[in-house]
């Protein structure tokens, strides 16, 4: 039986194989030559660039630019590198709108920035493409790390500790390491397998041998950790989903986005993975977002994203609201969840509008839905860590927790603001700490 966006329930192959192959090409096209030329030639290269204060890893953006700008793009990306190992990725995922791009002069000016996030990937693309590792390995220390969590902390805090010369064994709980970067992405944002081919990149440094399906709390324990490791990073990330709290969560068609995206990023015929006509997804972060995008580009009729609050308040940047709406997403601010309806499966989900300070307004109304998708946030999911912040991990310093010897950076970590960049800063800044400590 042959389905489209008109069928009823959650069915594969709403579209024809031409539309998925278009609707999850590369989300901006990478730069060639003369476009990265003109591009860099916007830039004035301020003496106190305000783009660098809003990097989170403090990449020298005037000077990378320049030297694009001057015939070398290979420099460049050891410019990026040197400050962020995972500079590929962020090129493709990082909020440049919010961040860098936000501050540039040109932006305040005349209201368009420089490429810099573009810009960032055409040199980083150049470098990898011809499989250069421009880092060297220092000499053994003799010393042994592990880090667990090979998600974008991990990878960071990993290659930096290696860079120094120390062994580090790098564990993963998933098949493949990654962990956001490959998981956790929308499809279109990262095409061809980059996650992957990053990671094999960032591998080339030596000395960190990579162990998967390993676990902290199942597999592994941090005490066990602690007495065969010199020291130990956690970049463990959040593994556990919110539940919204409502009666007939359990139902059929009710799912967690981050495992619809996980499960879209691993598929190897989007054709075949079942979508639902009539898909609401609730949250608004970027989670929200990219499962909403990716629903609707797999097929489905109708794509509503449901938050509480106002645009204003949403996790996911203006840029990011405007795309979903340019592929046809339907976003409702101030309206939370009060009920779930079907028997059996989700058949609509029931909301009430709230004023600016989350307060009920009477006012209600349904949303039909074969497919809900909660996207309110992530918690922490292990056992026996160190003492918690709120719902993270304390830190103080560079990742320093409250057990001797254990240092933790990412989205585990209090304090950050869960974006790829930060927890990239965060495990480099931990890896220094830990070298410090461990040559003292």
Same mark, same amino acid.
């Given at each position: 039986?042959?389905?489209?966006?008109?069928?009823?329930?959650?069915?594969?192959?709403?579209?024809?194989?031409?539309?998925?192959?278009?609707?999850?090409?590369?989300?901006?096209?990478?730069?060639?030559?003369?476009?990265?030329?003109?591009?860099?030639?916007?830039?004035?290269?301020?003496?106190?660039?305000?783009?660098?204060?809003?990097?989170?890893?403090?990449?020298?953006?005037?000077?990378?630019?320049?030297?694009?700008?001057?015939?070398?793009?290979?420099?460049?990306?050891?410019?990026?590198?040197?400050?962020?190992?995972?500079?590929?990725?962020?090129?493709?995922?990082?909020?440049?709108?919010?961040?860098?791009?936000?501050?540039?002069?040109?932006?305040?000016?005349?209201?368009?920035?420089?490429?810099?996030?573009?810009?960032?990937?055409?040199?980083?693309?150049?470098?990898?493409?011809?499989?250069?590792?421009?880092?060297?390995?220092?000499?053994?220390?003799?010393?042994?790390?592990?880090?667990?969590?090979?998600?974008?902390?991990?990878?960071?805090?990993?290659?930096?500790?290696?860079?120094?010369?120390?062994?580090?064994?790098?564990?993963?709980?998933?098949?493949?390491?990654?962990?956001?970067?490959?998981?956790?992405?929308?499809?279109?944002?990262?095409?061809?397998?980059?996650?992957?081919?990053?990671?094999?990149?960032?591998?080339?440094?030596?000395?960190?041998?990579?162990?998967?399906?390993?676990?902290?709390?199942?597999?592994?324990?941090?005490?066990?950790?602690?007495?065969?490791?010199?020291?130990?990073?956690?970049?463990?990330?959040?593994?556990?989903?919110?539940?919204?709290?409502?009666?007939?969560?359990?139902?059929?068609?009710?799912?967690?986005?981050?495992?619809?995206?996980?499960?879209?990023? =691993? @598929?190897?015929? +989007?054709? $075949? &993975?079942? %979508?639902?006509?009539?898909?609401?997804?609730?949250?608004?972060? #970027?989670? !929200?977002?990219?499962?909403?995008? =990716? @629903?609707?580009? +797999?097929? $489905? &009729?109708? %794509?509503?994203?449901?938050?509480?609050?106002?645009?204003?308040? #949403?996790? !996911?940047?203006?840029?990011?609201?405007?795309?979903?709406?340019?592929?046809?997403?339907?976003?409702?601010?101030?309206?939370?969840?009060?009920?779930?309806?079907?028997?059996?499966?989700?058949?609509?989900?029931?909301?009430?509008?709230?004023?600016?300070?989350?307060?009920?307004?009477?006012?209600?109304?349904?949303?039909?839905?074969?497919?809900?998708?909660?996207?309110?946030?992530?918690?922490?999911?292990?056992?026996?860590?160190?003492?918690?912040?709120?719902?993270?991990?304390?830190?103080?310093?560079?990742?320093?927790?409250?057990?001797?010897?254990?240092?933790?950076?990412?989205?585990?970590?209090?304090?950050?603001?869960?974006?790829?960049?930060?927890?990239?800063?965060?495990?480099?800044?931990?890896?220094?700490?830990?070298?410090?400590?461990?040559?003292?």
């Amino acid at each position: 039986m042959t389905h489209n966006a008109l069928s009823p329930g959650i069915v594969p192959g709403r579209l024809q194989a031409q539309d998925y192959e278009e609707n999850f090409a590369d989300l901006h096209e990478p730069l060639d030559d003369h476009e990265a030329l003109v591009a860099a030639d916007r830039c004035y290269f301020c003496h106190d660039a305000p783009c660098i204060t809003a990097c989170p890893t403090d990449i020298d953006i005037p000077l990378f630019i320049r030297q694009i700008a001057t015939g070398t793009p290979e420099a460049a990306a050891e410019t990026i590198l040197g400050q962020n190992i995972l500079g590929g990725m962020c090129a493709r995922v990082c909020p440049t709108e919010t961040l860098c791009e936000e501050v540039c002069v040109r932006e305040v000016a005349e209201g368009k920035p420089v490429l810099i996030g573009q810009l960032q990937r055409y040199a980083t693309d150049t470098l990898m493409a011809k499989g250069k590792h421009p880092f060297k390995r220092a000499e053994p220390t003799g010393k042994r790390v592990a880090v667990v969590g090979a998600g974008p902390a991990g990878l960071s805090c990993a290659h930096r500790l290696a860079m120094h010369g120390h062994d580090v064994a790098l564990y993963d709980g998933r098949e493949k390491p990654g962990g956001l970067n490959e998981y956790g992405i929308a499809a279109y944002k990262t095409v061809g397998g980059f996650a992957q081919a990053e990671v094999d990149w960032l591998l080339q440094i030596g000395g960190i041998k990579v162990e998967t399906g390993k676990r902290l709390g199942r597999d592994l324990s941090l005490d066990a950790l602690r007495d065969q490791y010199d020291a130990v990073f956690l970049g463990v990330g959040l593994g556990g989903v919110n539940a919204l709290g409502l009666e007939a969560e359990d139902k059929d068609g009710i799912a967690d986005a981050v495992d619809f995206i996980a499960e879209l990023r =691993q @598929a190897s015929d +989007l054709s $075949a &993975l079942p %979508v639902g006509r009539d898909v609401v997804v609730i949250g608004g972060g #970027m989670t !929200a977002v990219d499962a909403a995008v =990716q @629903a609707k580009l +797999l097929g $489905a &009729l109708n %794509v509503s994203l449901v938050y509480r609050r106002g645009r204003d308040r #949403m996790n !996911a940047s203006v840029y990011e609201q405007d795309l979903a709406a340019s592929k046809g997403v339907r976003i409702i601010t101030n309206a939370t969840p009060v009920a779930i309806h079907g028997n059996g499966a989700v058949r609509e989900v029931e909301f009430e509008y709230t004023d600016d300070t989350l307060a009920p307004t009477g006012e209600r109304f349904r949303l039909p839905a074969d497919q809900l998708f909660k996207a309110i946030g992530q918690a922490l999911d292990a056992d026996g860590l160190p003492k918690l912040d709120g719902r993270k991990i304390a830190v103080t310093g560079a990742g320093r927790t409250s057990v001797e010897r254990v240092w933790a950076g990412g989205d585990c970590a209090a304090g950050g603001d869960d974006l790829t960049v930060t927890a990239v800063a965060e495990g480099r800044d931990a890896a220094e700490d830990i070298h410090a400590s461990l040559v003292s």
